[in-house]
C-alpha cells in the first residue's frame, strides 16, 4: 500500500496550520483585504471618496502604484530566468528601471518582492482558469479542474522549494489571491445543487493548507504527484460532501484537464516610464 493517502496530506495540513497559528503571518502585499465568514478574502474595500481639492495627491499616488507593479513584474521575470538565486535588489530594480534606492520605499527586501510576486502569478493564473471556464455547465467539474491546475502549476513553481520552507507566506498567497475564485465556484456549486449551503464554510477554511500539505508531499516523492492530485481532489470533494459515486465519476475526469502553460507576466516586457517613487 502506498504510504501517500488522505490521512497523510492531512496530518501534514495539520502541522503546518498549527504552525501558522503560532506565528504572525509576513505581509505578501500591501493594503489590507476584507475577508467574509470562512476567513476567505473576497475582495478590496473601497477607496473613499476624495473632498474637494485632494485630486492632486493622487497623481503620485499612482506613480508609486506603478513603480511598485514594476518592481513585482521585473521580480517574476528574474525568477522565470535565473531562479530565486538571481533575485537581487540590483537585478530586479535594473529590470524594472528604476532607482536602487526606490525598491525600498516598496519592499523591505527581496522576500518581500518575491512573496508579492507569487501572489500576483496565482490572482492572474485563477482569473484566467475563471474565464476559461465561464461556460462549463458542471460546476463541480470546475473545481475539481481548478485545483487540479492549481496544484501542477504549484508543482512546477521555481520558486516552490522556497515557498515550503516558508508555508505560511505561502498559505496566505492561496489565500488572497486563489481563495475568492474557489469561493465563487463553490458557491456555484451550490446554486446548481451539487452540494447544500454549508459546503462553503466547512470546504474552504483548510483548502490552503491541505494544498501545501499535499506540496510538501510532492516535494518529497515527486512521481506520486498524479497521485497526490487525485486524493487531493477527492479529499476536498468528500469535505464539500458530494455523493461518493460522483466524487468517483468527476475523479474518473482528472486526464481531461488542460496542461500548464507557463507565461510571462503581462507587464514584464518593459521597465516603468521613469525612476520615480
Known amino acids: 500500500m502506498s504510504k501517500i493517502d488522505d490521512t497523510s496530506v492531512i496530518d501534514v495540513m495539520s502541522i503546518l496550520r498549527r504552525s501558522s497559528e503560532s506565528s504572525s503571518l509576513p505581509a505578501v502585499s500591501g493594503g489590507a483585504s476584507p475577508r467574509n465568514r470562512v476567513g476567505i ?27 511598485r ?4 513584474d521585473a521580480a517574476r521575470a528574474l525568477l522565470e ?15 524594472a528601471d528604476v532607482a536602487h534606492g526606490t525598491f525600498y520605499h516598496h519592499f523591505a527586501s527581496t522576500e518581500a518582492v518575491l512573496a508579492a510576486g507569487i501572489e500576483e502569478s496565482m490572482r492572474e493564473f485563477s482569473a484566467e482558469m475563471e474565464v476559461g471556464f465561464a461556460q462549463a ?7 475539481v479542474a481548478s485545483l487540479a491546475r492549481t496544484f501542477r502549476m504549484l508543482c512546477a513553481h521555481p520558486a516552490l522549494p522556497w515557498m515550503l520552507e516558508r508555508p505560511q ?17 463553490v458557491q456555484a456549486m451550490i446554486a446548481a445543487g451539487d452540494v447544500a449551503p454549508s459546503a462553503l464554510e466547512n470546504g474552504m477554511s483548510f483548502l490552503e493548507w491541505a494544498l501545501v500539505g499535499a506540496l510538501v508531499e510532492v516535494a518529497q516523492s515527486p512521481k506520486q504527484a498524479p497521485e497526490l492530485e487525485r486524493r487531493l481532489v477527492a479529499l476536498a470533494l468528500r469535505v464539500l460532501a458530494l455523493p461518493e459515486r460522483r466524487i468517483t465519476s468527476l475523479l474518473g475526469r482528472l486526464g481531461e484537464v488542460p496542461a500548464i502553460r507557463r507565461t510571462r507576466p503581462a507587464h514584464a516586457q518593459g521597465g516603468s516610464n521613469g525612476r520615480g517613487a
Not at 507593479?69 to 513585482?72: C, K, S
Not at 455547465?137 to 473545481?143: M, R, T
Request: proline share 7%.
Open 169 to 185: 507566506v505561502l498559505a496566505q498567497a492561496l489565500r488572497r489571491a486563489c481563495g475568492p475564485f474557489a469561493v465563487r465556484d
Open 69 to 72: 507593479a514594476a518592481l513585482i
Open 81 to 95: 530566468d535565473e531562479g530565486v538565486a538571481g533575485l537581487t535588489v540590483r537585478a530586479v530594480t535594473d529590470r
Open 137 to 143: 455547465d458542471d460546476k463541480s467539474w470546475v473545481l
Open 41 to 67: 478574502t473576497v475582495g478590496s474595500a473601497a477607496a473613499p471618496t476624495p473632498r474637494p481639492g485632494e485630486g492632486d495627491f493622487d497623481r503620485p499616488s499612482r506613480r508609486s502604484r506603478k513603480t
